[in-house]
């Protein structure tokens, strides 16, 4: 399987910049976060962000392989799983999170901003372990050439 190293790296190193802000918030009370509609956008924004970037990089990595084209985000995971790139508590989750990524940008008087926050409490972790998986399947291809 092939990919574009830059398309991937840029992506994930936007990632990173926005899993370093989403920690930040992890220390935040829920009684704070809940009253602060500023730092909830915030973290809305860099939620929707993460969850666009690891569509993006599945896509990728999908149309570089002619692997099909996925009709919904969430098919993205699930043919990556197909095809062993993931594993598939993974896609599970990132599909999970899709639902709630269109659930932020569609569904706007629906947020529940509990919700948001336990997001950020418990499933960055997810981030992390996609660009890991990526990582892995891609190393050769992803490693620094100097």
Known sequence: M??????VIKRFQKLDILLGELEKTKKIQKEEFLKNIT??????RALV???NICIDIGAHILSSNKSGAPETYAQ???NMEQLNLINIEMKDKL???V???NLLGQLYMKINDERVFEIIQRDLGIFKEFKNFIFLKFK?????QT
């Not at 050769?140 to 620094?144: F, G, I, R, S, V």
């Open 39 to 44: 730092l909830q956008l915030s973290v809305q």
């Open 99 to 101: 639902q709630f990524r």
């Open 49 to 51: 962000l993460s969850v």
């Open 76 to 78: 993205i995971f699930e």
């Open 140 to 144: 050769d291809q992803l490693k620094n």
């Open 95 to 97: 599909i999970e999170l």
């Open 2 to 7: 092939n990919i574009n190293r830059e398309v």
